[in-house]
Structures are given as C-alpha cells and as structure tokens.
C-alpha cells in the first residue's frame, strides 16, 4: 500500500463471522438523522459540533462490538483499547463525503471492518494532489493510523458501482463498523 500508516487486510472475518454481524447490527436500531443510516456504541459522536464529550457516554460496549474490539486490539491493530463504534449503512448510491476523523475526538488509529457490499474507498491528499482508491472487500479490515488517519483524507464516492482494475464492480448494501479510541479531554 503506498500509504503511509494505511493497512488494507481481506478476509479478517470468515463467512459465518460476517454473517452472524450483519444480523445482530440489523436487529438493533439505526440512527436515521443522517443521509445514511448509522448506530453508535460507547459514546455517540456529535456531528454537527465534531465532539465527543463525557456526557455522550453511552455505556460500555455491547458484547458484539465489545468482543471484536478486543480482538483487533489483541492482534494488534489498535495500540489502545477500542471503546466507541460506528455502524454505517450504504445503499448503492450513498457514500461519505472526504474527511479526517474528528483529531481532538479521537486517538491515532481508526479501523473499519467491512460488511456486505465491496466499495472503493477513496484517499487523497489534496497538498500533494494524490488520490489513492482502496477495495474495501466484505469481511476486511482497513486500519489508519500516522499519516494515513491524519494527513490523508478518505471518502466514498455517493455511486452505484466502482471501477476497479478494469473492471466495474456493482455496488450491494455495505456496512462498516469503524472502532475508534475517545479521547475525553
Ligand atoms: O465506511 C467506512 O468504512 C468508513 C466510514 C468513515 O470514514 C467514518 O465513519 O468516519
Ligand atoms: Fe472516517
């Protein structure tokens, strides 16, 4: 990956792991405030004033989330314990516009699991006018951290397919739980 601090690893969850995911998160409620649907877990993000404070406490993880925490930090991935989720939810079509993760929310490395559809992801680095896409296979796992979660920008582009190595790939549901570390300062 010519990404600094970027780290794309397919087939992190097995099949029946994906599957037993996808129907707990789709039992649960979803925010529907945004454009695409989400749920979060241990702290709830404020968009509108970037923040996650104290207040927004939602209560330890629940054992699904809880438990894949734990995994990714034991293998790893996260050099600090996991503690808020986001769930989003993409119909092809839907995306999430370029940003960096909230900095004073959030320690250094955000990961994403990927659920459901394939979907490019796109980073770019608009001093250095680079843009780099990334295929986000169901069952991955994408960690950012140092460069790759500060300096670089990721999106998905709101579109039905993706173009891939030649090839176009038609865009299902996807869902993404990302796993971050709060930073209450
Ligand atoms: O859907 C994803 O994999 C990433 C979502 C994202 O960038 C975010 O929630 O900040
Ligand atoms: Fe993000």
Known sequence: MDIDGLTNLPGYLDADGQRDLLATVDALP??????????????RYDYS????????????????????????????????????????????????????????????????????????MTFSLPKAQRRVDVLMDPGSLLVMRGPARYDWRHGIAARKSDRWQDCVIPRGRRVSLTFRTVLIT
Not at 30 to 43: F, I, K, M, T
């Open 30 to 43: 979803w925010r529907e405030d945004l454009r695409r649907r989400v749920q979060h877990y241990g702290y």
């Open 49 to 120: 004033r970037k923040k996650v404070d104290a207040d927004e406490f939602l209560g330890p993880l629940p054992a699904w989330a809880g438990g894949l925490a734990e995994r990714l930090h034991r293998d790893g991935h996260a050099p600090r314990p996991l503690d808020q989720v986001i769930v989003n939810e993409y119909q092809p079509g839907q995306g999430i516009a370029a940003h960096v993760d909230c900095v004073p929310c959030f320690a250094d490395t955000v990961l994403s699991v990927s659920l459901g559809s394939a979907c490019v």
